[in-house]
């Protein structure tokens, strides 16, 4: 199956003036793009800042994305720079192991702990964590191994349908399975 | 119409085969549910790879749809057409190429011709010097001539459509396969 082509057809939906199309592409993203800009920018309410900033520059640009490299290594390069700008704008370069408070200056372990994310929002993080692991570790063997396969271990439903010596069909239909068992307990959580 | 389930996990994966009916009916306006359930997959994955859910913690999506929810729709600026003056360069490109091409097949055959002479007596004033030569390569005088004419009106059609072109940088290949007998058997 081609490699990006749900990329491709939410972008051009967004360049038709779709923007709908553009949340579903946050909504598959935000996630990588977050991890991503955290290693730059450490505070947590500062990363999740850069990465909105960064999803907007993307939105605003996209109307001259040409498609000469795929979306999210667009995306990619956006909110790194978008991630290097605001340390600039901090005055300080990034380095490994950096940990920044808003006004630039390194900051403590718990000022870090305490600081962005309300305590709430930090044990709904952990709950979601830890429910996952669980759901996944009580899943049948066949499910589990197409999962990790799939996610983990980024292979192809031909490559899993190889590995599992199993029809492609097989393999789509556990990877679903998997996906509705460990969605039927994320769910509530991420409602609540 | 909801979308099948199933089908939307092969489109996070990327492996449906038709992509777009899929896409319509996931940004249909019943479509809710199915685009909660989108992000709720690429969450579990991302989970699984280790990845963090602060983002969906801290409401970001909603957050970005809400900051471009004032900006004008997008209208994606037309791909430039190929400018005039590089599409007319085009043919000129493939017709250098080509001469190119000509220009080292008559170089290698005059060094392959001087080379013969060395060998051998040089042509006297007078003398039928491509004729000698001609024999000397087991190439007969009229299979020379024949190639030279040829060559000849390649090289006059070129000059011609070089100047239709106005190309004045491009220098024809008259002196490396000009011979001076022409017209003579």
Redesign the interface.
Known sequence: MGEHLADEELVARVQRGDKCAFDLLVLKYQHRIVKLVSRYVRNPADALDVTQEAFIKAYRALGNFRGESAFYTWLYRIAINTAKNHLSALGRRPREGDVYGADGEPISLDELQSDGDTPEKSLLVDEIKQTILKTMAALPEDLRTAITLREIEGLSYEEIADAMDCPIGTVRSRIFRAREALDAQLKPLIEQ | MELN??QL?????????Q??PA?SR??AADGAAD?Q?????????????D????????G??A???Q???A?P?????P?PAEAPARRWLRPAHALAASLAAVGVFGVSQVVSLHRGASEFPLAQPGSNYEGEQGDTLGVSASERAEQRRRLNSYIVNFNEQRDSLTLPKLHPYVRIVGFHNEGKP
């Open positions: 389930q199933e996990s092969a489109l996070v994966d990327d492996e449906l085969e992509v777009g896409i996931l940004l685009r359930r989108w992000a709720r997959y690429h969450l579990i994955g991302e989970l699984l790879r990845g963090g859910a602060e983002a969906e913690a801290a970001l999506g957050r970005i749809s900051a471009i929810a900006d729709p997008l209208i994606a600026a791909k």
